[in-house]
């Protein structure tokens, strides 16, 4: 089995001049960890992850102090929303370089390069560079552990 | 003034200028400046390496490693973040209060620790408390580090300028506790007062969750109570023979260095880790900028400066005591305060050869040297760690708010311990 046998190949995509506010609409209808940003002819220029929009609302204290078990409630921080204007800037100010993965990879490389590089979710490309699917941890680990119970050992 | 002064000066004053303008690291600058000026010495015959050597004051090393050496062992135990989140807790959330409280519990830690690592352990929790609340932790971070600065001149320990002070002068740690911390006591309570005037609007708001910092537990907060305690029982122990060490003719630096030991006998640390949380370079900067200036003082620069100020010795000499301690404050407001330390002592020490009482004079550099690293954003090590940390927050503490809020205190402490230098004059006289 490799990457192309357990990704999501209808991918959603965002164009680049969506606004972070209507890229936060499309996580929450569509349920995807990662969003491609496209620029007018359609090719991607950059990802946008979910975890990118949450870290505009953690609160600053989050890395300065390592060991959290004395905080009990987060108190102003949980109703503390990020401002209008931060959130009517385009998706591009938070926009990553793609770092993808090719359609032919094995599940373990990919899942090791995610391990590696802290992420949990992979844009998916073929041979060309063209933008297939996308992969999560999720994915990947429940292609993985199916192979423990089939007889079909590919 | 001849060639090898000169050139000396030229050697020292061009340290301070690349130490000022942040260009190279203030230790590579001390390490390459110590060594010009002992190759300079060797060339022209004035400063020998054994000079070079003996001008290395050991006892300020050692008492600043011993130090730092019972701050590593303390440091992981999560001793100072259980302070800062009791006072959290103690404030009930009322803005004033946590200042109050958060600024205290910093000063009377860093009266005996270095402040660096108390404001760098306690900021963190600052700003953690500042936004459960949701308040500004700019008053909050600037307060901690000027009334740390300013309450570390109290003690011989508090700060380096005093351990520089109290080695070359011979003064013990009681002598700081009778003589600095009255002067220093009401310089710290002018200093809360300015600020919370200061800081008046962003400490005027309501925070709404309360309840929030009640649910804070300090006890969860200390990681490793049985260190902390053992820790603590040797750092009181080694205060009280601070106490009396000129009684048993023995040096701070041989009581912070027995306690270190006894320390690490005791809590049988990860040594290697341990070590990585001394500040080496620290340790590196004072050996070098002792080696600097014991050249300058060999090539006769600083019997330069002395004749100069000799001649304009005409001021009655309170009034020359209080000079001090505004041009020492001005200088290292700007600069480093511990290379102005460092340079000024053979100054005052040659002074003291030509007959001029020097026991005021070192009171009016210690209060220079410490209350003027409140003026500006990078006058202190303890400044720059918390407008560091606070440009991780929404509210960055900028070079022109420090102008505003920081210039004022360091301006009403200089003051206040002038008036107070003055009166007590005829009691420094001894």
């Known amino acids: 089995m490799v990457i192309r046998d357990c990704m999501k190949s209808n991918v959603v995509s965002v164009p680049s001049t969506t606004t972070i506010l209507e890229a936060a609409t499309v996580f929450v209808e569509r349920h995807v960890g990662i969003l491609p940003v496209v620029d007018e002819s359609g090719k991607p220029i950059g990802v946008i992850r979910m975890g990118d929009l949450l870290t505009l609302e953690l609160p600053d204290f989050v890395h300065l102090v390592q060991d959290l078990d004395f905080v009990h409630d987060f108190g102003a921080v949980e ?48 041979a060309s560079g063209k933008l297939v699917g996308v992969v999560s941890r999720v994915d990947i680990g429940a292609a993985v552990l199916s192979l423990w119970s089939s007889k079909d050992k590919k | 003034m001849n060639l090898p002064a000169l050139l000396a000066a030229i050697v020292f004053l061009i340290s301070l200028v690349l130490i000022f303008t942040e260009k190279l690291h203030r230790t590579i600058v001390g390490v390459a400046g110590a060594a010009l000026m002992v190759l300079l010495g060797r060339i022209l015959g004035f400063y020998s390496e054994s000079e070079a050597i003996a001008a290395i004051d050991f006892n300020t090393l050692g008492l600043l490693l011993g130090m730092m050496i019972l701050v590593s062992l303390l440091e992981p135990t999560g001793f100072f ?65 000027i009334l740390s600065d300013t309450g570390g ?51 005027a708001v309501r925070p709404k969750k309360i309840k929030a910092i009640m649910q804070l537990n300090p006890a969860e907060a200390l990681n490793d109570r049985q260190t902390a305690r053992r820790v603590l029982i040797v750092l009181g122990a080694a205060i009280l023979f601070f106490f009396v060490e000129h009684l048993l003719e023995i040096s701070p630096a041989f009581v912070a260095l027995s306690a270190a030991a006894l320390a690490l006998v005791w809590v049988k640390p990860d040594v290697k880790k341990m070590l990585e949380r001394i500040e080496w370079s620290v340790l590196l900067f004072f050996a070098a ?12 620069a600083l019997t330069s400066v002395i004749r100069l100020i000799e001649t304009i010795d005409q001021l009655p000499p309170a009034l020359f005591g209080v000079l001090i301690i505004w041009v020492v404050a001005g200088l290292s407001a700007v600069v480093d305060n511990v290379p102005i330390t460092i340079a000024m002592i053979p100054v005052i020490l040659g002074l003291g050869a030509d007959g001029i009482p020097t026991a005021p004079l070192w009171w009016a550099l210690a209060f220079g040297a410490g209350f003027g690293g409140n003026g500006t954003i990078i006058g202190s090590t303890a400044n720059i760690v918390v407008a560091t940390l606070s440009e991780k927050t929404h509210t960055p503490i900028t070079a022109k708010l420090w102008n505003k809020r920081g210039l004022p205190v360091m301006l009403a402490t200089c003051a206040a311990a002038s008036l107070l230098y003055i009166l007590a004059y005829p009691l420094y006289l001894r």
């Open chain 2, 153 to 203: 001149v109290a003690t011989l320990v508090g700060d380096p300028p005093n351990v520089l002070i109290g080695s070359a002068a011979g003064l013990s740690f009681l002598d700081f506790i009778l003589y600095a911390m009255p002067i220093v006591v009401a310089a710290w309570v002018v200093a809360l007062f300015l600020l919370r005037f200061l800081f008046r609007r962003e400490l």
């Open chain 2, 289 to 300: 900028l002792f080696v600097m200036v014991g050249g300058l003082q060999a090539s006769g």
């Open chain 2, 81 to 145: 973040q259980y302070l800062a989140v009791w006072a959290g807790r103690m404030s009930k959330g009322k803005p004033v209060r946590l200042l109050i409280l958060l600024g205290t519990v910093t000063t009377l830690v860093s009266m005996f620790l270095d402040n660096v690592t108390t404001v760098v352990l306690i900021a963190p929790i600052t700003i953690l408390i500042s936004e459960i609340l949701g308040i500004n932790p700019a008053p909050l971070l600037m307060t901690e580090a």
């Open chain 1, 79 to 126: 109703t503390t929303r990020p401002s209008r204007q931060l959130l009517l800037q385009p998706v591009t100010t938070l926009m990553k370089p793609i770092q993808a993965i090719e359609e032919t990879s094995g599940l373990l490389r990919a899942y090791a390069r995610m391990l590696q590089d802290n992420l949990y979710d992979l844009p998916v490309v073929d």
